[in-house]
Nanobody, 124 residues
Framework: QVHIVESGGGLVEPGGSLRLSCAVA????????IGWFRQAPGKQREGVSC????????LYRSSVEGRFTISRDKYRNTVTLLLNSLKPEDTALYYC?????????????????WGQGTQVTVSS
């Protein structure tokens, strides 16, 4: 059983920053990919960013590229998503997901393991 725990959400004003963290156990960081997804009320869940294991390939959703940064600490087996220049439309429940393959994808069907989510609210 793979356990994923997200942390770091909260309430921030527009233009502010947050750091989300995802701790993954039972999967090797060299042979797994981690994705961040989000779901706003009344909307479908969408891929935000991902990072592959072996080559560290990255992907970003176009609406967050240049504002969000994903990184991985293989020693601690954690993945961090840094959210800068936040906008009200970034408000959502953010999920971390993992799969035991070495490709990066923003499609949720690729992922086998999911965390419970952490809320990000951007409001003045």
């Amino acid at each position: 059983q793979v356990h994923i725990v997200e942390s770091g959400g909260g309430l921030v004003e527009p233009g502010g920053s947050l750091r989300l963290s995802c701790a993954v156990a039972e999967l090797s960081p060299d042979n797994s990919a981690i994705g961040w997804f989000r779901q706003a009320p009344g909307k479908q869940r969408e891929g935000v960013s991902c990072i592959a294991g072996t080559d560290g390939a990255l992907l970003y959703r176009s609406s967050v590229e240049g504002r969000f940064t994903i990184s991985r600490d293989k020693y601690r087996n954690t993945v961090t998503l840094l959210l800068n220049s936040l906008k009200p439309e970034d408000t959502a429940l953010y999920y971390c997901a993992a799969h035991a393959g070495d490709w990066c994808s923003l499609f949720e069907t690729e992922y086998n393991y999911w965390g419970q989510g952490t809320q990000v609210t951007v409001s003045s």
